[in-house]
């Protein structure tokens, strides 16, 4: 069975630090990766996608793939109270845009 | 801008009653899914559809039932409600006509919050 996992955390990190965020995923055959963020109470919002090797850069969030380790990673620069939110990981296996995802970070940034 | 609508929000039944939750997407979107959301279960599927009056279960679709009468209509439908599927539901469509990868990209509606009683 095909498995994304993170760590259900909490992390913590303090405001304007550099919150780290991971995942693995079990299928090498995995063609592309998402970071949503979801508040509490809300539905998850995309924050970004990437499906090359290497580093994906936008504004204060950068998202990392390393498809050799099957590991995807999401930094967050200058983390504000605002980040705190839950970070779902999903993974599409090529099988017609279904997404697994994995149970999520919980992130709390303090001021 | 992507809108993935389910109509019902909140909803209080009791068990044994019908349950309809109603999506509607405007973005002419092929794929949508239905999925349920429990603490510590992460997102689960529940089933999803390519196209017109065609379904496929996800993960856990013991319960459920789908409708898909129209491209920009989804419904899931609980055939006779039970406590355990007290949950939040959420709705999501996508696109396989973009190029690239991004066409895989899921957008979620509100979600509904389903209490059974």
């Known amino acids: 069975q095909k498995e994304v996992e993170q760590n259900s955390g909490p992390l913590s990190v303090p405001e304007g630090a550099i919150a780290s965020l991971n995942c693995t995923y079990s299928?090498?055959?995995?063609?592309?990766f998402f970071w949503y963020r979801q508040y509490s109470g809300k539905s998850p919002e995309l924050i970004m996608f990437i499906y090359s090797n290497g580093d994906k850069e936008d504004g204060r969030f950068t998202a990392q793939l390393n498809k050799a380790s099957q590991y995807v990673s999401l930094l967050i620069r200058d983390s504000q109270p605002s980040d705190s939110a839950t970070y779902l990981c999903?993974?599409?296996?090529?099988?017609?845009?279904?997404?697994?995802f994995g149970q999520g970070t919980e992130l709390s940034v303090k001021p | 801008d992507v809108k993935v609508t389910q109509s019902s929000r909140y909803l209080v039944k009791r068990t044994g009653e019908k349950v309809f939750l109603e999506c509607v997407q405007d973005?002419?979107?092929?794929?949508m899914f239905w999925y349920r959301q429990d603490p510590g279960l992460g997102l689960r599927l529940i089933y999803f559809?390519?196209?017109?009056?065609?379904?496929e279960k996800g993960d856990i679709p013991e319960g459920y039932s789908v409708s898909r009468e129209k491209k920009e209509r989804f419904s899931l439908i609980l055939e006779s409600a039970s406590t355990n599927q007290t949950s939040m539901y959420l709705c999501?469509?996508?696109?396989?006509?973009?190029?690239?990868?991004?066409?895989?990209?899921?957008?979620f509606g509100e979600g509904s919050w389903l209490t059974v009683v």
């Open positions: 559809s390519y196209d017109v009056k065609m379904k």
């Open positions: 973005m002419d979107h092929e794929n």
């Open positions: 999903a993974v599409n296996y090529n099988q017609g845009g279904k997404l697994i």
């Open positions: 999501a469509s996508s696109s396989h006509r973009l190029q690239g990868s991004s066409g895989n990209t899921i957008y």
């Open positions: 299928d090498r055959g995995s063609q592309s």
